[in-house]
């Protein structure tokens, strides 16, 4: 009994650990469209011809995000704001971006 419930868990702790990996992977090619973005103009572009490729959508899949549309319109959009992923994850921007909010409801 406890060797099934210890190899469940063990196989959720994998598939836990692997999408956190594709996750990094897909928070790697945000920062590469947003260094094209800012060195070429084209970073939007970029990450939605990468997101609809086929390794992309594997990337994607296993990231645990479903590769459809509205998915590639989000990333085009993370993009084109310019803001690097590390930042974007940082408490520091999500208080300056609820305080802005804020601001914006008030006027």
Same mark, same amino acid.
């Given at each position: 009994?406890?060797? $099934?419930?210890?190899?469940?868990?063990?196989?959720?702790?994998?598939?836990?650990?692997?999408?956190?990996?594709?996750?990094?992977?897909?928070?790697?090619?945000?920062?590469?469209?947003?260094?094209?973005?800012?060195?070429?103009?084209?970073?939007?572009?970029?990450? #939605?011809?990468? #997101?609809?490729?086929?390794?992309?959508?594997?990337?994607?899949?296993?990231?645990?995000?479903?590769?459809?549309?509205?998915?590639?319109?989000?990333?085009?959009?993370?993009?084109?704001?310019?803001?690097?992923?590390?930042? $974007?994850?940082?408490?520091?921007?999500?208080?300056?971006?609820?305080?802005?909010?804020?601001?914006?409801? $008030? #006027?």
């Amino acid at each position: 009994m406890f060797d $099934a419930a210890d190899g469940t868990a063990f196989t959720h702790e994998q598939g836990a650990r692997a999408r956190k990996l594709f996750a990094a992977v897909v928070l790697a090619a945000l920062d590469d469209a947003i260094a094209d973005d800012k060195k070429y103009g084209n970073g939007p572009e970029q990450i #939605a011809r990468w #997101a609809r490729s086929r390794d992309g959508r594997e990337v994607l899949s296993c990231a645990g995000i479903d590769p459809n549309e509205r998915v590639v319109s989000g990333l085009m959009e993370f993009v084109g704001k310019g803001v690097r992923t590390s930042v $974007a994850l940082s408490r520091e921007e999500s208080e300056r971006r609820a305080a802005a909010e804020a601001e914006a409801e $008030a #006027a």
